[in-house]
Structures are given as C-alpha cells and as structure tokens.
C-alpha cells in the first residue's frame, strides 16, 4: 500500500512510501529515514493520523489502525536525540566529580586560610558519592528504559539542576564555619540514608526483574522475598519513596539547608511522576491493588 507522509508543523507534503499492511509504525519511521528524509532518524520522529493529533506507538501495525493504501501519516521532527542512558550518565557523573572537587580542593572555593573537612563532612561525602556511584552502575547494568531516547535540549536542563544543586550543597557542608548536627541526628541520618540506598536498589533490582529483556512488557509490581520490596504493599513507586527518604535523612544527618532544599525539590518533582504512574497503572490493570497511595503511604 501506498502511504503519504506530511509535515505535522506545516502540513506540507513530503512524499509517499510503500508499506504493506502488517508493517508497523516503527517500519514507517524506518522508510521515512531511508526514503524521504536521511537526516531524520527513527528516534526523532513523532508519527500521528492527524496534525494535532496522539502519537502512535512504534508497534501499532498499520492493518490494527485501519490504514489503507492511499492514507495520510504525519510526521513531527521532535529535534536532536540523546539516548537516556546517556542522560542518566551525564547526570549522576557530574554531582560525584562536582561534590569531590569541592571536598578534596577546599581552598579553590574557601581561599588558603581554612580548616580541612570535619568528620561528619568525610560522611557526608562518602554517602553523596556512594549514591551517585550507586545510580551510574544502575545505569550501566540495572535499569531498562521504556522510552529510547529524549531532546537534547533537555540534558543542559537536567543536568543544570543537578549538578548546581551539588555546588549548592557542597559549599555549605564542606565550608570552614560549618557546624555540625548533634550526635543523635547524625546517627539517626545516617542509619536512615543506608535503609533506603538500599530499598531504591532492591525496588531497581526488582523493575528490571518484571521487565524481560528487549521488551516493553508491563505487569503490576508485587512485593518478591526482599523485605524491602513490602513497600509495594503501600505505594506504586516505592523507588521514589526511598530516594526521598535517603535525601531527607542525608539533611538530618548534614543538617544543611541547602540539602533539605535539593529533597523537598526532588520530592516535588518526583510526587508528579508518581502520581502519573499511579494512575496509569490503575488504568491500565482493572484489579491493580485499590489500597495504594502513589508515594507516601497512606497520604499520597
């Protein structure tokens, strides 16, 4: 069958290419590369029935979309593309080189007259690169991602607010007139961010299990044997749970503004994605479990 592909920003005509009606939208994107237009790869297309209209998923066959030959696709160029592995490397590598470059060269920030790093700071330190360690080899060999690539435009965005956070935080932990927590609310904080580095890790470990590899399968996460995955039981996203935990208690540990800032920042954010999640699941999956909350237990 023979299909004409359209600009979606100008409706103008950019030329016709040759399907059959099993082939998917993904196969159009694929022509579209191949025939029409070199410089736009699979990746930076959108492909709609209508100007204005929902994007089409890359495995919508044409025969389940009633295409015909003689139809119309349109096509929006999304922009340049970065994978989002790459996203996620260019994220967690600069808060773990920015941190350590303010911990271990003080006197870049502070000038020569000022005292090394107290032993809280030493903590600190450990655990804000530990956790950024952590998420570099999750995205090295955990996490599998549903969505190939994002804009380029988005990575400065990105990787802006992490990175200046880090700044952010580092200044005042490590600075000369840094006081210290109390010893209850650095032990305290400090027990808490391990508890729940490692319930983010076992909630990754656990997504990465429900998700064969290559696919974009999707099934209601359950709790498995870890004990940390009984927090399936109360929220949809229980990873964003622990991530927020492990920064409030780092700013209980720290007793740090600016790290209690960069929580309820992370926490805002991450509330919305969860609550989008939440709601696609519970659309998705009719008998999705009606107790949870999105991602605190029992609020929200």
Same mark, same amino acid.
């Given at each position: 069958?023979?299909?004409?592909?359209?600009?979606?920003?100008?409706?103008?005509?950019?030329?016709?290419?040759?399907?059959?009606?099993?082939?998917?939208?993904?196969?159009?994107?694929?022509? /579209? *590369?191949?025939?029409?237009?070199?410089?736009?790869?699979?990746?930076?297309? $959108?492909?709609?029935?209508? !100007?204005?209209?929902?994007?089409?998923?890359?495995?919508?066959?044409?025969?389940?979309?009633?295409?015909?030959?003689? $139809?119309?696709?349109?096509?929006?160029?999304?922009?340049?593309?970065?994978?989002?592995?790459?996203?996620?490397?260019?994220?967690?590598?600069?808060?773990?080189?920015?941190?350590?470059?303010?911990?271990?060269?003080?006197?870049?920030?502070?000038?020569?007259?000022?005292?090394?790093?107290?032993?809280?700071?030493?903590?600190?330190?450990?655990?804000?690169?530990?956790?950024?360690?952590?998420?570099?080899?999750?995205?090295?060999?955990? *996490?599998?991602?549903? *969505?190939?690539?994002?804009?380029?435009?988005?990575?400065?965005?990105?990787? $802006?607010?992490?990175?200046?956070?880090?700044?952010?935080? !580092?200044?005042?932990?490590?600075?000369?007139?840094?006081? $210290?927590?109390?010893?209850?609310?650095?032990?305290?904080?400090?027990?808490?961010?391990?508890?729940?580095?490692?319930?983010?890790?076992?909630?990754?470990?656990?997504?990465?299990?429900?998700?064969?590899?290559?696919?974009?399968?999707?099934?209601?996460?359950?709790?498995?044997?870890?004990?940390?995955?009984?927090?399936?039981?109360?929220?949809?996203?229980?990873?964003?749970?622990?991530?927020?935990?492990?920064?409030?208690?780092?700013?209980?540990?720290?007793?740090?503004?600016? !790290?209690?800032?960069?929580?309820?920042?992370?926490?805002?954010?991450?509330?919305?994605? !969860? /609550?989008?999640? *939440?709601?696609?699941?519970?659309?998705?999956?009719?008998?999705?479990?009606?107790?949870?909350?999105?991602?605190?237990?029992?609020?929200?």
């Amino acid at each position: 069958m023979e299909i004409e592909i359209i600009n979606a920003s100008g409706s103008k005509p950019l030329g016709k290419i040759q399907l059959t009606e099993n082939n998917s939208i993904k196969d159009v994107k694929v022509k /579209i *590369h191949q025939k029409i237009n070199k410089s736009l790869y699979p990746d930076r297309q $959108a492909i709609k029935l209508e !100007a204005k209209g929902k994007t089409l998923k890359d495995e919508d066959s044409l025969k389940s979309l009633n295409l015909q030959s003689g $139809a119309v696709l349109y096509v929006k160029d999304l922009g340049p593309q970065i994978s989002w592995k790459n996203v996620f490397l260019a994220e967690y590598a600069g808060p773990l080189f920015v941190y350590l470059w303010v911990y271990q060269r003080p006197w870049i920030i502070y000038g020569p007259q000022n005292t090394s790093p107290g032993a809280i700071a030493t903590v600190a330190a450990v655990c804000w690169s530990g956790h950024y360690a952590k998420r570099l080899l999750e995205t090295l060999f955990v *996490h599998r991602f549903s *969505h190939g690539t994002m804009p380029l435009r988005n990575l400065f965005r990105n990787c $802006a607010y992490y990175w200046l956070f880090t700044l952010y935080v !580092a200044y005042h932990i490590n600075h000369p007139l840094y006081t $210290a927590p109390c010893n209850t609310c650095f032990y305290v904080g400090l027990a808490g961010f391990i508890f729940c580095e490692l319930g983010n890790l076992s909630i990754h470990i656990l997504l990465k299990n429900l998700r064969p590899p290559g696919t974009k399968v999707r099934k209601i996460p359950v709790p498995d044997g870890n004990p940390f995955s009984r927090l399936f039981n109360f929220v949809s996203c229980p990873n964003y749970t622990y991530e927020f935990g492990s920064w409030l208690f780092f700013t209980i540990m720290t007793k740090c503004a600016p !790290a209690g800032l960069f929580a309820a920042a992370g926490f805002y954010q991450m509330a919305v994605w !969860a /609550i989008g999640k *939440h709601r696609n699941y519970k659309k998705e999956f009719p008998d999705y479990p009606k107790g949870r909350k999105a991602i605190i237990p029992f609020i929200l």
